[in-house]
C-alpha cells in the first residue's frame, strides 16, 4: 500500500498530520505525568512522527509493511539527524522480540485492514510488545465519518505546481478512495500516480469491548483535543488510548 505516493507523501503534505498530532498528544502524556522512554509507532509512514518523538528525546522506532515508506523514513531520520530502527512488518501480525512504554497507529492507518479479525490480532500483538502499565494509542476513522464524508471529490493545487485529486466513495461501514497525483516534472511536463485503498470501520463500543476482553485497562475514547466526549457515537474520528 502506497508504494507508489512514498517518494512524494511528504511533498503533498500528508506528514503534517503526524508533525501537528505530537505535540498536542505530548501535551496530553505530560498532563497526565505519563513519560514514555520508549515508543514503536505502528504504520509508521514516512517516519513524522517517529522523529518529533525521538528529537523529544524518546527511543522511536517504527514498522510497516511498505518497502518504500521505510526507505523514506529512513532518509527522514538521517535529514532530522535522529537514528531510528523501522521493520517491514506486516501490522496485522508482527513479533519484534522487545517490549515498549508506548505504542501508536494514526492516520487511520488500522481502517486499512478490512477484516476485523486482523484489527484484533494487531490488539494482540500490541499487547505484547508493551510493558507493565503502558500505553496503546490509536486513531480510526468512526463509522459516521465513512456513512457521512466519503462520497466527494476533492481537487487540490499545491505551491510547486502538483495536483493531488480524491475520489471517494461509501458503502456503509466501508469506503473506497482513489488518490491521482500529478507530479510537476522540470520540463513542465507531469508525472501521473494512482492508488485505491479501501477502508472500514467498526462500533467504538465493540472495539472498547474487544481491548477490554484482552484485558487492557482504563480505556478512553477522545477527540482530537484529547478530550473524552459524552457521546462518541459523534466523533469522526475517534482517538482511544488503552493501558496494559
Not at 498528544?25 to 517517529?50: E, H, N, R, V, W
Not at 476485523?116 to 508493551?130: A, D, G, N, Y
Not at 469506503?175 to 467504538?204: H, M, N
Request: overall charge negative.
Amino acid at each position: 500500500m502506497y508504494e507508489q505516493f512514498a517518494q512524494f507523501y511528504d511533498r503533498l503534505g500528508w506528514d503534517t498530520y503526524a508533525k501537528e498530532l505530537w505535540p498536542d498528544f505530548k501535551s496530553y502524556l505530560d498532563k497526565i505525568g505519563f513519560k514514555p522512554q520508549t515508543l514503536l509507532d505502528i504504520a509508521c509512514g514516512t517516519g513524522a512522527l517517529c522523529i518529533c518523538a525521538s528529537k523529544g528525546g524518546i527511543i522511536a522506532e517504527g514498522l510497516d509493511i511498505s518497502d518504500e515508506m521505510l526507505k523514506k523514513a529512513g532518509a527522514n531520520a538521517k535529514e532530522n539527524g535522529v537514528e531510528i530502527n523501522l521493520y517491514h512488518r506486516d501490522m496485522s501480525n508482527f513479533n519484534l522480540y522487545k517490549k515498549y512504554d508506548l505504542v501508536t497507529c494514526t492516520f487511520d492507518a488500522i481502517n486499512h485492514m478490512i477484516d476485523f479479525q486482523k484489527w484484533l490480532s494487531m490488539f494482540k500483538c500490541v499487547k505484547e510488545h508493551l510493558n507493565d502499565g503502558g500505553l496503546f494509542m490509536f486513531d480510526m476513522n468512526t463509522l459516521k465519518d465513512l456513512k457521512e464524508n466519503w462520497n466527494n471529490i476533492h481537487i487540490k493545487k499545491y505551491p510547486a505546481g502538483d495536483y493531488h485529486i480524491s475520489k471517494s466513495i461509501s458503502f456503509g461501514d466501508m469506503a473506497c478512495v482513489t488518490f491521482t497525483a500529478f507530479v510537476k516534472k522540470d520540463d513542465l511536463l507531469f508525472e501521473g500516480y494512482e492508488e485505491t485503498v479501501r477502508e472500514v470501520s467498526f462500533p467504538l463500543d465493540d472495539i472498547k469491548n474487544v481491548l477490554l476482553n484482552l484485558d487492557f485497562k482504563d480505556i478512553k475514547i477522545m477527540d482530537r483535543r484529547f478530550i473524552e466526549v459524552d457521546n462518541i457515537d459523534m466523533l469522526t474520528r475517534a482517538f482511544i488510548i488503552a493501558t496494559k
